[in-house]
């Protein structure tokens, strides 16, 4: 089967762009999010991919929240995959885990 991409559009307030963003990101299966205004200009193309999180997603908040201040009402285009992503995020190793406090444990 081959990857197949869905189309929709939603028309938000520009002060309700970033948090629709946001949840459509949280979703998990969206490819990409093309922002636009009531006549269909392109103000800002996102490409969603895997493992994006935290603070790698702040500067796009931020392109985000300056176009939302400049326009009332926009387009959001959302490009979905028939597929849903993973979105679980990496393992990191725990604070308990780091070897200083093994030996201390051990010494100790």
Do not use: C
């Not at 189309?7 to 002060?15: L, N, P, Q, T």
């Not at 970033?18 to 922002?35: A, P, S, T």
């Amino acid at each position: 089967m081959g990857m197949e991409n869905m189309s929709e559009e939603f028309k938000v307030k520009g002060e309700e762009l970033v948090e629709k963003i946001k949840q459509l990101i949280h979703e998990g299966n969206v490819r990409r999010l093309i922002i636009k205004d009531e006549t269909g200009k392109v103000y800002l193309e996102i490409p969603v991919t895997f493992g994006v999180i935290g603070a790698l997603l702040a500067p796009m908040f931020a392109a985000v929240g300056a176009v939302a201040a400049m326009v009332a009402d926009l387009k959001i285009e959302v490009i979905r995959s028939d597929e849903p992503e993973k979105t679980k995020e990496p393992e990191k190793p725990e604070e308990s885990e780091k070897p200083e406090e093994s030996e201390k444990k051990e010494n100790g």
